[in-house]
């Protein structure tokens, strides 16, 4: 599966903004799905999780109760809407999935490009 992410950009401390991903092919349903995150001199950290049928979902403590990930599988799609951003979520968001998992945080085997995300003090 190959995976392409949009609606990174920069945003106020406080504001919204909502991430896509595209998947190509025709067994997107068969993936489990993720959003992970790369700050600056960080290693990419786990921030949210979805099953293969949208079902299931697994945040990181850091952003639960902010962020929502979801996915429509008609579509090949998986967003994450992230609400009353801080500057500590600035960071590369990357989209990623695995065949071998339901949820997971780190086993994902496909990987987006990543899109830049920035939250301004």
């Known amino acids: 599966v190959q995976l392409v992410e949009s609606g990174g950009g920069l945003v106020q401390a406080g504001g919204s903004l909502r991430l896509s991903c595209a998947a190509s092919g025709r067994t997107f349903s068969s993936y489990g799905m993720g959003w992970l995150r790369q700050a600056p001199g960080k290693e990419r950290e786990f921030v949210a999780a979805?099953?293969?049928?949208?079902?299931?979902?697994d945040y990181a403590d850091s952003v639960k109760g902010r962020f929502t990930i979801s996915r429509d599988n008609a579509k090949n799609t998986v967003s994450l809407q992230m609400n009353s951003l801080k500057p500590e979520d600035t960071a590369v968001y990357y989209c990623a999935g695995t065949r071998v998992y339901d949820t997971t945080h780190y086993g994902y085997d496909y990987w987006g490009q990543g899109t830049q995300v920035t939250v301004s003090s």
């Open positions: 979805i099953s293969r049928s949208g079902g299931s979902t």
